[in-house]
């Protein structure tokens, strides 16, 4: 029985002294770097998210040296996401897909190393795929088109 009361002494003495050496990282956001430390010397590595007034997650993502890396969710207050994005090396790269509250896909576009590339699409409020756009390394390339709300085809233009 002593060596049971000891053991858990022993325990409960370990995770004082665990609790006690951990510590809260204040991070601090300045022009899209993000630190560890209001002196802005030493770059932050790590999760992070942030919260509405009412507790629920406003936003989450990775932080790699200072900047995003990975992906980026923005959420509605109701918890449902806003935005998903995708960063390479504090960049833009990669799909970037938004929503409304109810959840409908309201937008998708592509990036590569931050500049528009690919497909970029556009719905209404009722799914109809509105606008449909091209991107080249950052240039408007082959036919954009548009549709109207019962999704014909309205206009086309070639780049």
């Known amino acids: 029985m002593k060596k049971i009361i000891n053991l858990l002494l022993m325990y409960v003495i370990a995770l004082t002294a665990t609790a006690q050496n951990r510590q809260t990282v204040s991070i601090v956001e300045k022009d899209g770097v993000y630190f560890t430390d209001a002196t802005q010397t030493q770059l932050y590595t ?78 209404d409020e009722n799914g109809v795929l509105r606008y449909e756009m091209h991107y080249n390394n950052g240039n408007k390339v082959g036919v954009w088109k548009m549709w109207n709300e019962k999704a014909e085809l309205t206009g086309e233009k070639k780049y």
């Open 46 to 123: 790590g999760e992070y998210r942030e919260y509405y007034e009412n507790g629920s997650l406003k936003l989450e993502m990775q932080i790699k040296n200072g900047s995003p890396e990975g992906t980026y969710v923005v959420y509605f207050d109701n918890n449902k996401p806003k935005e998903i994005r995708s960063y390479k090396s504090g960049q833009f790269h990669g799909i970037w897909r938004s929503y409304n509250e109810d959840g409908l896909l309201i937008s998708e576009a592509e990036y590569k190393n931050d500049k528009k590339h690919g497909t970029w699409r556009i719905w």
